[in-house]
């Protein structure tokens, strides 16, 4: 039965909260009605700050990053170790590694995995542009620090095939994280460890 809503107004709201992930619509009018019992400055500056997220964020020119410049602070850090590449999904997972304070290296930001199933292939993804980053020769090793799904792991073959002819490095984080885990849920001292105790990709997989 379809939810009967006293105001337009308050169904095009809800609808258009329902659309963000996880937000169904019970969710999404109890947030509203939440809202409407807040001050309007309140409100208005949660607007402008979704406004503004969307009109001015940019994205780092190097490991794409969210950031506010051309450059991230971690990729302008000059204490950050620059031969050492993490490759991740999403800015999530930066986060989430950040949080471990384990790991000094860099990032390189792919925007997600190779899922066929979901019209993402390879050239939705910025896999191009970490060739490129390796091609200079800075980069000494590669850890690939994607989800354990089967998505994940077939992200991890392809890049893994994509440098096979530099002379780098290429490791996978240690399989503390359980098969089908998501990096961003796993609790900050498994994934700590699972990036400090990363393996050769080639000892990983049976290519």
């Known amino acids: ?26 969710t999404a009018l109890r947030l509203i009605l939440h809202m409407l019992r807040q001050d309007s400055s309140a409100i208005h500056n949660f607007a402008n700050a979704i406004t503004t997220l969307k009109d001015e964020v940019k994205y780092c020119r190097m490991c794409h990053n969210i950031c506010d410049d051309d450059t991230c602070s971690i990729c302008n850090d000059l204490s950050r170790d620059k031969t050492t590449l993490c490759v991740v999904e999403n800015i999530k997972e930066v986060m989430a590694i950040e949080n471990t304070m384990q790991y000094r290296g860099v990032y390189h930001v792919l925007g997600g995995i190779i899922s066929p199933i979901d019209g993402i292939g390879p050239s939705d993804l910025e896999i191009e542009s970490l060739v490129e980053r390796v091609s200079q020769g800075e980069v000494k090793e590669v850890i690939l620090a994607l989800s354990t799904t089967m998505e994940g792991d077939t992200t991890n073959l392809y890049i893994y095939k994509k440098l096979s002819g530099f002379d780098v490095n290429v490791s996978i984080i240690a ?32 290519l």
């Open 1 to 26: 039965m379809n939810q009967r809503y006293p105001s337009a107004l308050l169904e095009n709201a809800v609808e258009e909260f329902s659309k963000l992930p996880g937000i169904g619509r019970k």
């Open 175 to 206: 399989r503390g994280i359980s098969i089908g885990d998501e990096i961003e849920y796993a609790d900050e001292v498994t994934l700590g460890r699972s990036i400090l105790n990363r393996t050769p990709f080639n000892e990983s997989f049976r």
